[in-house]
């Protein structure tokens, strides 16, 4: 599982090196696509499996249907990890994503996300002003 909040930096060429923890569950490879807030979404081979047949199994006469499958699939790569744990992340999702420098990376149990330092900032600021009360009533805590 993905856990966790860290930095890491993206050097020139786009190489991003991936926590040690998280290496172990991505051995056979990732797969990175972009994600709903301006940040990138990272899944390990089985987990986009089974996400990717499950909006398979959707519909295509659907007109949201095809427009979700062209945002999830056209702007995903297959990427493995070299030696080092590093990830060439293209071009198109650093723009994407407004990655250069610093990157975040945060676990989300069986994906993680990469976001710009900044971003993140925005993003983890909103969720420490909210207390989610209602989210964790409905898991009957």
């Known amino acids: 599982m993905f856990l966790g909040e860290y930095i890491h930096t993206i050097d020139d060429k786009g190489r991003l090196t991936i926590p040690a923890k998280f290496r172990g569950l991505l051995a056979a490879g990732l797969v990175v696509t972009r994600g709903f807030d301006q940040n990138l979404m990272a899944f390990s081979l089985d987990e986009w499996q089974n996400l ?3 909006i398979a199994e959707r519909p295509l006469s659907d007109e949201d249907v095809r427009a979700f499958r062209r945002r999830v699939f056209s702007g995903a790569v297959d990427l493995l990890p070299d030696r080092q744990g590093r990830i060439l992340v ?3 999702l650093r723009e994407f994503a407004g990655i250069d420098g610093d990157v975040v990376i945060a676990g989300m149990f069986n994906y993680f996300e990469l976001w710009s330092v ?4 925005t993003v983890r600021n909103a969720i420490e002003s909210s207390s989610d009360a209602t989210r964790w009533e409905d898991l009957g805590i």
């Open 52 to 54: 990717a047949q499950r």
């Open 90 to 92: 293209p071009p198109y």
């Open 118 to 121: 900044q971003a993140w900032q």
